[in-house]
């Protein structure tokens, strides 16, 4: 969950320390966005580290369109299904390196704080519910639980632009800690979801079953892992240093 600052001290340590508009960049961001003309101002306004963010959330599609043409094929072909776990580590990788690329260049981004939060939101919170959906979690209670998750990354995300401005800060002006667990803490249940297809355990063989069968209210029990992680996102109290 990579932040590049503009007014606002960053989200993560790797991308702490860019300047605020020393460069003039964000005015130049501001006249291109604004501008009235130009098909093209909103490309010419991104920076080099927007771009790379918009990778994170090439990845993020990606991954949900993987998980999404598993469901159509051969359930017995896992080669969708690995596609789409991939994808999340690798719109990891991006979250990490827009921020090394700001901080390099030296250059904030008005655009790149706000893709990076919709960028985290679709890599670490629709992919994840998306490729748990096409592992066999699919019941009316699971699509609740696991609406329930994205919608507490949404909340969280949404909280830190809100509150970063106000938590405590070190002397370098970084965050000291994050305010309940980073979305993309998320691709732990993403590691847990590529066992589970290694070991063959998908729709029928989800691990603990299926809770209330025949029911209304049936539901896979492994959602929970989703609930619980979704509450961890939104916690006030949970505070987890920064590295």
């Avoid at 994170?56 to 159509?72: A, E, H, I, P, T």
């Avoid at 370098?172 to 993403?190: C, D, N, R, V």
């Amino acid at each position: 969950m990579s932040r590049r600052t503009s007014t606002m001290p960053s989200n993560t340590s790797q991308n702490s320390g860019v300047p605020p508009a020393g460069d003039g960049g964000q005015e130049k961001q501001k006249m291109l966005l604004s501008a009235e003309t130009g098909h093209f101002s909103m490309v010419r306004a991104l920076h080099l580290a927007d771009l790379v963010t918009e990778l994170n959330g090439f990845c993020g599609v990606m991954s949900v369109f993987s998980s999404m043409r598993y469901c159509l094929g051969d359930p017995t072909d896992y080669s969708s299904l690995w596609a789409a776990l991939t994808f999340m580590p690798f719109g990891l990788f991006f979250d990490f390196m827009d921020g090394k690329i700001a901080r390099w260049r030296k250059k904030s981004s008005l655009m790149g704080q706000e893709l990076d939060s919709l960028a985290d939101l679709i890599s670490f919170g629709m992919a994840p519910a998306a490729a748990a959906f096409a592992i066999g979690i699919r019941t009316p209670v699971d699509h609740f639980f696991l609406t329930f998750f994205v919608l507490c990354g949404l909340t969280r995300l949404a909280r830190f632009n809100v509150t970063v401005a106000v938590l405590p800060k070190d002397k370098t002006g970084k965050s000291k800690y994050f305010e309940g667990t980073p979305i993309p803490t998320t691709l732990s249940i993403a590691a847990f979801m590529a066992y589970c297809v290694s070991q063959d355990w998908v729709q029928d063989n989800l691990p603990l079953g299926l809770a209330g069968e025949g029911t209304a209210f049936e539901f896979h029990p492994l959602v929970l892992l989703f609930v619980l992680h979704g509450c961890l996102m939104v916690s006030k109290t949970l505070h987890i240093p920064k590295p």
